[in-house]
């Protein structure tokens, strides 16, 4: 559906171009999970993410929900699919992967780990604590739940709560879901969650899951600027890329 594309295109054209000045006006680094069909179909603005020092992660190529492969052949020739763009983009092989939709297959951390991946972003067993990502779990309908054990592999913990695109984009779908919160409530959320956590949990990690077709309308780029301003002036706060957390995570435990 051509409007559904124009979405696609109002990011990459518009919405990326804008986080990017954001972000160098107030040198603040950030991970950027770009699909590999994103880096296919839009280079010229995918490079000067790459060219502007933001780091490019794995986010599949094309952007489909690991569990509705049919085989896991299917899903690694997905992931494979995705690293060769990010490789042809970037020269390197991406060290992260936060899944399509934050869902997982049966196959999902196998293929991962054959693949070389450090660390994810798509699971939300913690709110700002980093952990290992656990694997050999059982949720039986007649029995507990078993969570496994853990794995090498880091999680740098997600949440619908800190995610532009529930709460703002319609979605065709069936049911059509409206996605029109209040900015006020939203926003208001981002601080009253970054100040408990920054006032409460040692070490703390704040991820933001920022759309550039969401958050990049001109309007809410102001709202996120002032939030990061006011991130800025908290006492012991830094903005890390994500390996980078990972890596300190890793080195500590």
């Known amino acids: 559906m051509p409007t559904r594309h124009s979405r696609g295109v109002y990011g990459a054209k518009t919405g990326a171009p804008r986080l990017l000045d954001l972000h160098d006006k107030h040198d603040v680094p950030a991970t950027w999970f770009v699909p590999g069909h994103t880096i296919d179909s839009f280079p010229e603005i995918c490079g000067e993410?790459?060219?502007?020092?933001?780091?490019?992660q794995h986010h599949g190529w094309s952007h489909?929900?690991?569990?509705?492969?049919?085989?896991?052949?299917?899903?690694?020739?997905?992931?494979?699919?995705?690293?060769?763009?990010?490789?042809?983009?970037?020269?390197?092989?991406?060290?992260?992967?936060?899944?399509?939709?934050?869902?997982?297959?049966?196959n999902t951390l196998e293929i991962l780990d054959e693949v070389g991946i450090e660390w994810d972003s798509s699971k939300m067993a913690s709110d700002f604590e980093?952990?290992?990502v656990y694997d050999g779990w059982s949720a039986p309908?007649?029995?507990?739940?078993?969570?496994?054990?853990?794995?090498?592999?880091?999680?740098?913990?997600?949440?619908?709560?800190?995610?532009?695109?529930?709460?703002?984009?319609?979605?065709?779908?069936?049911?059509?879901?409206?996605?029109?919160?209040s900015e006020d409530s939203?926003?208001?959320?981002?601080?009253?969650?970054?100040?408990?956590?920054?006032e409460h949990v040692d070490d703390g990690v704040f991820i933001l899951t920022m759309h550039p077709q969401v958050i990049g309308q001109g309007h809410r780029l102001s709202r996120l600027?002032?939030?990061?301003?006011?991130?800025?002036?908290?006492?012991?706060?830094?903005?890390?890329?994500?390996?980078?957390?990972?890596t300190e995570?890793?080195?500590?435990n």
Do not use: C
């Open 49 to 56: 993410i790459h060219d502007r020092d933001y780091d490019i």
């Open 249 to 252: 995570f890793r080195e500590n």
């Open 186 to 198: 939203l926003f208001q959320r981002y601080y009253d969650q970054f100040d408990w956590m920054h």
């Open 141 to 181: 309908e007649d029995g507990p739940y078993d969570r496994g054990e853990p794995t090498d592999i880091v999680e740098l913990p997600v949440s619908w709560q800190r995610d532009d695109w529930p709460a703002l984009t319609f979605t065709w779908a069936r049911p059509h879901r409206m996605g029109y919160v």
């Open 225 to 246: 600027e002032d939030l990061v301003q006011h991130m800025k002036q908290q006492e012991d706060v830094e903005f890390k890329e994500m390996h980078d957390v990972a």
């Open 64 to 106: 489909t929900g690991p569990a509705t492969y049919d085989s896991k052949e299917d899903e690694k020739a997905d992931v494979d699919r995705a690293i060769e763009s990010i490789v042809d983009l970037t020269g390197e092989k991406p060290s992260g992967y936060r899944s399509p939709a934050w869902d997982y297959s049966e």
């Open 130 to 132: 980093p952990h290992w």
